[in-house]
């Protein structure tokens, strides 16, 4: 079993930044891609960023030069640096990694349990 924490949600305003980070702990598990996805009232959860073992990154259009996602291999920690700020982020945030037990090739996903970030105009 593998547990996400999240942190770093809160109130922001529009124009500035706020950072979230998670952290997995918990059985052995090999990281193949870790990312944020959120989900806003009435709205379906929707990928956010990812960053994959190797390093590559991969940004949705309405987050790109805004956002920038990292990890941190030795913490097992994913973060998401939040710039420039719209109220059009306000949502739930959800960490979310992907990867399998050393001993197996069957792919799980895991996920937080969710932070809030409410963007004031």
């Known amino acids: 079993q593998v547990q996400l924490v999240e942190s770093g949600g809160g109130l922001g305003q529009a124009g500035g930044s706020l950072r979230l980070s998670c952290a997995a702990s918990g059985s052995t598990f090999r990281i193949d891609r870790m990312g944020w996805y959120r989900q806003a009232p009435g709205n379906e959860r929707e990928l956010v960023a990812i960053?994959?073992?190797?390093?590559?990154?991969n940004y949705a259009d309405f987050v790109k030069g805004r956002f920038a996602i990292s990890k941190d291999n030795a913490k097992n920690t994913v973060y998401l640096q939040m710039d420039s700020l719209e109220s059009e982020d306000t949502a739930v945030y959800y960490c979310?990694?992907?990867?399998?037990?050393?001993?197996?090739?069957?792919?799980?996903?895991?996920w937080g349990q969710g932070t809030q970030v409410t963007v004031s105009s």
């Open positions: 979310y990694v992907y990867g399998r037990r050393p001993s197996s090739w069957v792919y799980m996903t895991y």
């Open positions: 960053v994959a073992s190797g390093g590559s990154t």
